[in-house]
């Protein structure tokens, strides 16, 4: 018995690790010592909301264990400008669609 759904859902899981840890390879943030988030989370997050077509907030209130989507906003606009970010997610993608 064939699980598509399943399957599907896998590879996005895939996709969405693959990003946020070439982002965090990339794209080092300085979170400092007092801060609870950590930056795979918040790059889980930014890249769960790119592969989905949705926003940082729809994903933060449906995601078990996601942080607020201000903190998640705020902690990766006082590390970067918003272009540098979004630049990096789309190359991102693309290499993946390339690549599969």
């Known amino acids: 018995m064939e699980h598509p759904q399943a399957d599907n ?9 693959f990003v946020a ?3 965090e390879k990339e794209l080092s943030v300085d ?24 926003s940082i907030n729809h994903v933060c209130k ?8 201000n ?8 590390q970067f400008e918003v272009d540098s970010v979004e630049a990096a997610v789309l190359n ?6 390339f690549t599969v």
């Open 21 to 23: 840890n070439s982002l």
């Open 31 to 54: 979170l400092g010592e007092d801060i609870e988030v950590s930056t795979e989370t918040l790059y889980g997050v930014l890249a769960s909301a790119s592969a989905g077509g949705t």
């Open 62 to 69: 449906t995601t078990d264990d996601s942080p607020h989507a």
């Open 9 to 17: 859902e896998l590879e996005g899981e895939h996709l969405v690790n």
């Open 71 to 78: 903190t998640v906003r705020g902690h990766l606009l006082d």
């Open 92 to 97: 991102r993608h693309k290499a993946v669609e």
